[in-house]
Structures are given as C-alpha cells and as structure tokens.
C-alpha cells in the first residue's frame, strides 16, 4: 500500500513554539502520534488569540475540521521545542485547508508535516458560512 503524500507550500504564513511535555511521549519514549493533532490544535488557537478572536471563533463562526491527514518523518523527545509553521490554501466557499510542517526548532529536522480541512460554521443558525473576511487577514492569504 503507498504511503500518503503531502506537499508543502513554499512559505507558511504563521508560526509559533511549542515544547514537547513528557505527557506528549507515548511508550516507546519518543512523541506520540495523538500529539501530532493536538500540535496542529494549539497552533490554530494560537493563531486566533494572537489575532484577538474570541474563544475559538472568528467573525462569530466556528471551526470545524472536516478532515485530517498526517505525514510522520522523524521522532521528537522530551524537552524538544517544536517550531508549528501553518498556513492556509486551497479555499471553497465555506473553508479551506490548513496545512502544517511540525520541525524540531534546535536541529531543523522536520518531525511532522499535515492538513486538516476546515469548514467555517454557524451554530446558531446549525449551518456552514461563507470565509469570513477577518480569517483571511489574519491567516495572510488574499481572498
């Protein structure tokens, strides 16, 4: 069965630091691949607080993942301090994707690269909307 290929963008719009807690280690001592997705996570919310959304919405919409697909390249350890790049492409009327490359800061091996597709949704009307605008400033992709 062929291995599941991801390319990555030239450039990521966002970055952010993350050190790895020795409750990210599974048994065999190295990070375990629950973290690779809660990596993903806390850089998205990271995004949204530093571009001043409340909670996890933006424009008053929340986010749901649609879909996820992740790429493992090398282990990381206890300690390390990862470096989440991100950026957003492919957008349709109600989302896009995010795609991720998770590296290790100190040694620039890249650990983890990834995508999860997003759908920007209304839960008080119990539908997707449209992108919002304030998404795309902050994420630093033109509409």
Known sequence: MPRVQLDLPESFTYRTEIILRVTDMNYAGHMGNDTVMALFHEAR???LKEGGCEGQKIGGLGLVVADAVVVYKAQAHYAEVMLVEMTARDFNKYGCDL????????TGTEIARGKTGIVFFNYEQGRPNPVPAQFHELIGVPA
């Open 45 to 47: 919310s990271r995004l």
């Open 99 to 106: 795609v991720y490359r998770i590296s290790n800061r100190d």
